[in-house]
């Protein structure tokens, strides 16, 4: 009696035992694996190239522009940006093209907007992904030609997510 | 690439004639960077949405350009001012060519 119910609970015993070096000798998750050669900008040279093309020969103002930006980011995977004029647009009055620069990003140039005399507005808000603390810059062309500009630091947490 | 469709918020669809509308948007999308190695040691070719624009009927109002910096399913807040109804018309493109559509009618007040 008692030997036959030994033998039936056995075997799963065994089981039970195997499933401990089963489950180490199970493969890491892929994203554990997964590098990158993303390096940061050592300095802001390239973000100041991007600028200067941008300006095109104007001086940028540094006025007129708002940068918005949360003190710490600490998703560096989305930091939320927002860049906008500080007062309405007019028909006199409107910005026909816009930059972002993330300073020391492998690539610094986070993107570029372009509106029209009908867009009536001129303000974007995107999230970015940061691989360091670094200035964040913004760049806007005015119909008239100028060129406004604002810089603001921002610390983030650890580096790139996903980048 | 994705069945997800997007995501579209708009201030007010019935605005005021030069009233001031905002739109928050958000696409699923990997936003590969182009800068990641697999586990087997290869590059992830780059994989992001190079383009967005958006239209009231044919009147242009906005395009975008994002870069390899803007997150994954890339988010994009944008405002214009209403003068006119029509359908607002949002295209993403990305370097592979796909695209991804939205569409909301603005009737004005």
Known sequence: MTSSRESRWRPSRRQILMTGPALALAPLPAFAQVTTTARPQPDAAEADRIAAEFAAGALPLPEGLVLDLPVLGDNPGA?????YLDRPVTPDYWCAEMIVIAELNPRPLACRLRF???????????????????????????????????????????????? | MTTRPPRIWISNAT???????????????????????????????????????????????????????????????????????????????????????????????
């Open chain 1, 79 to 83: 930091v939320p940006v927002r860049v």
């Open chain 2, 15 to 109: 605005p005021a004639v030069g009233e001031i509308v905002r739109l928050r948007t958000q696409i699923a999308h990997p936003m590969e960077s182009g800068f990641r190695i697999d586990a087997a040691g290869r590059p992830i070719p780059r994989h992001i949405v190079t383009r967005f624009e958006a239209r009231l009927d044919d009147r242009l109002l906005l395009e975008w350009e994002p870069q390899s910096a803007i997150s994954q399913n890339p988010y994009l807040e944008f405002t214009f001012a209403a003068r006119q109804p029509g359908t607002l018309r949002m295209t993403w493109i990305d370097d592979l060519g796909e695209t991804i559509t939205a569409e909301k009618d603005i009737t004005l007040a």
């Open chain 1, 116 to 163: 029209t005399q009908d867009t009536g507005s001129a303000d974007l808000a995107v999230r970015l992904r940061l691989i360091r603390s670094m200035h964040v810059r913004a760049l806007a062309r005015m119909n008239d030609g100028r060129v406004l500009t604002v810089r603001r630091p921002i610390t983030v947490t650890a580096g790139g997510c996903g980048m």
